[in-house]
């Protein structure tokens, strides 16, 4: 099977996503044995760990040594000269019980890139990746909660995991605090993952993870929700946008002056009748859209040869959107954008037809694009739209 097909129904197999959705996701962990200790050598292995290290010249906070006992101290694994890592001293504190953490590995491995845009062409969600290596009898983070879903994908070796109930049911980034090994919350369940395993745990289970007579190494694929709470302040700047009444400043003195409390309550009693009424929830996606593509790149599929063949497209030439391309279309009053993972694209409104075709197509020829365009039209926005990054020629006929 192919690194490009590693998606979420392959990270959950045997299980099937509607069984996962109506029973864990949110709710509780769930552990998925295979009995398969190469299902994830596609990703990633032992053997590449000191590669990404010594290639990637990592930089703290992204990259850490990290002790339950006591505390890695930067300057003993860091360069003082450009701050980059020491590999030499990564090795030494490895040998003394330190775990090594690489956070965003998505940013630097090409096939855990393809599993992370994968995951977020699910999800609509941000999706990284970190890397943990421990070894033998020792334990990185003592007793936390995240306050993103985990996936934790076991790689090599093997580690045991302590799961005990949340201290903050799905909590907000706002919410994290530390947990210490006595305050533990009831409810404990040991998983042991082996090589091949897979746990789901969410937001605000308190865990730990230690390892006993061998090293461990996994992946930590997190997955940052978009909450409720994000759309709806979503549709308040929208709101504000449009309405002059939510820009209007609190009286003056509302802090501290008690008469005011009431008028206060009386006025956001009535804008909130308002933003029922007028919710602009389409206006509200679209920012959460943008939020979501923002900072997204494009998968590298060497597209430079696509650029050299711009030249060389026809009306039966065969394209398609690139690997991993999530798209949003943006409409303006006199324009309309196309906004993709890495670049966005504007143009006049009648080109809206188009674009939506290209959104909704798999592989498709230049001349099929919808007839509002002129056939040397046609020709002329597929080879920008290549030029730009979204597209990619499949067959020239």
């Given at each position: 099977?192919?690194?490009?097909?590693?998606?979420?129904?392959?990270?959950?197999?045997?299980?099937?996503?509607?069984?996962?959705?109506?029973?864990?996701?949110?709710?509780?962990?769930?552990a998925i044995s295979r009995a398969d200790p190469d299902y994830y050598?596609?990703?990633?292995?032992?053997?590449?760990?000191?590669?990404?290290?010594?290639?990637?010249?990592?930089?703290?906070?992204?990259?850490?040594?990290?002790?339950?006992?006591?505390?890695?101290?930067?300057?003993?694994?860091?360069?003082?000269?450009?701050?980059?890592?020491?590999?030499?001293q990564v090795y030494e504190?490895?040998?003394?019980?330190?775990?090594?953490?690489?956070?965003?590995?998505?940013?630097?491995?090409?096939?855990?890139?393809?599993?992370?845009?994968?995951?977020?062409?699910?999800?609509?969600?941000?999706?990284?990746?970190?890397?943990y290596l421990t070894p033998k009898d020792a334990q990185g983070f003592s007793t936390h909660f995240d306050t993103e879903d985990v996936f934790i994908l076991q790689?090599?070796?093997s580690k045991l995991w302590r799961v005990y109930d949340s201290v903050v049911p799905l909590p907000l980034v706002e919410q994290y605090q530390p947990v210490s090994p006595e305050k533990a919350p009831g409810n404990l369940r040991e998983i042991y993952l082996q090589a091949g395993d897979m746990l789901y745990i969410p937001r605000g289970f308190v865990h730990e993870a230690l390892t006993s007579d061998?090293?461990?190494?996994?992946?930590?694929?997190?997955?940052?929700?978009?909450?409720?709470?994000?759309l709806i302040s979503s549709v308040l700047v929208s709101a504000g946008k449009q309405d002059v009444r939510f820009r209007k400043g609190l009286p003056p003195g509302f802090l501290?002056?008690?008469e005011l409390k009431s008028s206060l309550r009386e006025q956001l009693t009535e804008l909130l009748k308002i933003l029922l009424d007028q919710a602009n929830i389409d206006d509200a996606v679209e920012q959460l859209g943008r939020r979501f593509l923002a900072n997204m790149l494009p998968l590298p599929?060497?597209?430079?040869?696509?650029?050299?063949?711009?030249?060389?497209?026809?009306?039966?030439?065969?394209?398609?959107?690139?690997?991993?391309?999530?798209?949003?279309?943006?409409?303006?009053?006199d324009s309309v954008s196309i906004k993709f993972p890495g670049n966005t694209?504007?143009?006049?409104?009648?080109?809206?037809?188009?674009?939506?075709?290209?959104?909704?197509?798999?592989?498709?020829?230049?001349?099929?694009?919808?007839?509002?365009?002129?056939?040397?039209?046609?020709?002329?926005?597929?080879?920008?739209?290549?030029?730009?990054?979204?597209?990619?020629?499949?067959?020239?006929?």
């Open positions: 099977m192919s690194v490009k097909e590693f998606d979420f129904e392959r990270l959950l197999q045997p299980m099937d996503a509607a069984t996962f959705f109506s029973e864990y996701w949110e709710q509780r962990p769930v050598a596609e990703l990633f292995s032992l053997k590449d760990v000191d590669a990404v290290i010594s290639l990637s010249t990592p930089k703290w906070p992204d990259f850490a040594l990290v002790n339950h006992k006591r505390p890695s101290l930067v300057q003993n694994y860091v360069k003082p000269s450009d701050e980059t890592v020491d590999i030499n504190a490895y040998y003394r019980g330190d775990t090594i953490r690489y956070a965003n590995l998505q940013q630097i491995w090409k096939p855990i890139a393809i599993l992370c845009r994968n995951l977020e062409k699910f999800f609509n969600y941000t999706v990284n990746t970190n890397l790689v090599e070796g061998c090293s461990s190494l996994h992946l930590t694929v997190g997955v940052t929700i978009y909450r409720w709470t994000d501290t002056r008690e599929d060497g597209h430079f040869t696509q650029i050299d063949q711009v030249n060389d497209i026809e009306l039966d030439t065969i394209v398609a959107k690139r690997k991993g391309m999530i798209c949003l279309i943006i409409q303006a009053e694209v504007k143009g006049p409104r009648y080109i809206e037809p188009a674009l939506r075709f290209i959104v909704d197509a798999g592989e498709f020829s230049v001349r099929s694009i919808p007839d509002s365009l002129t056939g040397n039209a046609k020709m002329v926005l597929v080879r920008h739209l290549i030029r730009a990054g979204l597209l990619a020629i499949v067959d020239h006929r």
